[in-house]
């Protein structure tokens, strides 16, 4: 194959992806190289919840992030015919005393009132959760799965998509760069946790966390809300939900264990009893790409300057992707600044 192209993107994760289909909306050619495995973007729940924690701290930012992510989602909706976020209410169960006297604090708090209810809510009959219920607002869930295979199509139809592993050292970085006949003026690793491997931003201080997720199907109705305990509960059509996820710091295997399984199952039926006849249909683990100071990594290798990554997304991906993708791109075609907390310039 002979190509020349303005971006080669290695990975077709959530990041990969957006990064392209954006790229792709301004007019540039791009090409996507995915190992098509089962991937953290797969995996995800897909939750984008503004206020989380014990502390109940609204994410930074979000008054930028969550619009964009919305905006986003419904564009690719309506091009796709396919509507991939759903806006569902999340219930938080209120665990103790600390928690309801941290909440109360920040209805205080004007800026808080967008996102939580100010009234404590009762629990339906079937959920233990004598200190109430907090509703909280503007929650919901992209569908991962559909949107990525739909993107996948989409950059298959044009020619843009090839299956397969990018190797290291078939890039050669003289001149121009190309790997396998393909000339690209810039690469952008997008490899999730996978960039560890990658020889040029292996040095960056990812902070990698595991993940497992469980799907269930339940032969009696389940009640409509996504509730938060400590994990999260996601119903979905048919009586199905998933529930999750482990978060095991520096664990980078991508295999379900008996032992989260049952974690998992245990503190769902302490808050949820009645679900317990419910069959498991799904065991799925994945890594999170989490970074150590908690912010993506984007930007500029320090040394091959037709190097870029974006990555870092954390356990946020969902919420992040659509604002970074657009704020990246602004800063490759217009050399418009990162912004500093994400720029890989912040480390040394
Ligand atoms: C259990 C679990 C639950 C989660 N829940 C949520 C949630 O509810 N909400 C949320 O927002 N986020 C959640 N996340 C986090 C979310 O998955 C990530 O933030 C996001 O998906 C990261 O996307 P990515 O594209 O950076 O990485 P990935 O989705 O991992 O994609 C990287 C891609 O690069 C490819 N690749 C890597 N190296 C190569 C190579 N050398 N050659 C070719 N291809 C390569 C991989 O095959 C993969 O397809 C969860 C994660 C896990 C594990």
């Not at 984008?48 to 924690?53: A, E």
């Not at 419910?278 to 065991?283: E, G, I, S």
Request: charged share 20%; glycine share 4%.
């Amino acid at each position: 194959m002979l190509k020349q192209v303005d971006y080669l993107i290695i990975g077709q994760g959530l990041a990969g992806s957006l990064l392209a289909w954006e790229l792709i909306q301004r007019n540039y050619k791009v090409h996507i190289i995915d190992q098509q495995q089962e991937n953290a973007s797969q995996v995800a729940a897909g939750l984008i919840n503004p206020v989380t924690g014990m502390r109940l701290v609204k994410n930074e930012n979000i008054e930028t992030l969550l619009p964009c992510a919305k905006q986003q989602y419904q564009a690719l909706s309506h091009f796709f015919k396919n509507s991939f976020y759903q806006e569902k209410t999340l219930l938080r169960i209120v665990r103790n005393d600390k928690e309801l006297k941290k909440y109360q604090q920040r209805l205080q708090e004007p800026s808080y009132l967008d996102f939580l209810n100010t009234e404590l809510q009762t629990p339906s009959p079937e959920l233990i959760a004598p200190l109430g219920l907090i509703q909280q607002k503007q929650t919901g869930t992209l569908d991962t799965v559909p949107l990525l295979n739909q993107l996948k199509d989409f950059f298959q139809k044009k020619q843009c998509y090839q299956a397969t592993t990018f190797d290291y050292q078939d890039l050669s970085l003289e001149n121009d760069l190309s790997w396998q006949g393909i000339h690209a003026k810039k690469i952008i690793f997008c490899e999730g946790y996978q960039a560890i491997n990658n020889p040029w931003f292996q040095y960056l201080p990812f902070q990698l966390a595991k993940g497992e997720i469980l799907s269930f199907r339940s032969d009696i109705p389940i009640i409509p809300q996504m509730l938060n305990y400590g994990r999260w509960f996601i119903p979905s059509p048919n009586q199905q939900f998933r529930i999750g996820a482990t978060f095991e710091n520096n664990v980078i295997d991508t295999l379900p264990t008996e032992k989260a399984k049952n974690d998992l199952i245990a503190t769902l039926h302490k808050i949820y009893p009645s679900i317990k006849s419910a069959q498991l249909t799904n065991h799925q683990a994945n890594i999170r790409p989490t970074t150590l100071d908690k912010a993506p990594f984007i930007g500029q290798h320090p040394k091959h300057k037709n190097l870029y990554i974006f990555n870092g997304f954390g356990s946020k991906g969902s919420l992040k992707i659509p604002f970074y993708s657009q704020h990246f791109i602004d800063y490759l075609a217009d050399n418009t600044p990162l912004d500093k907390r994400v720029d890989i310039n912040r480390v040394i």
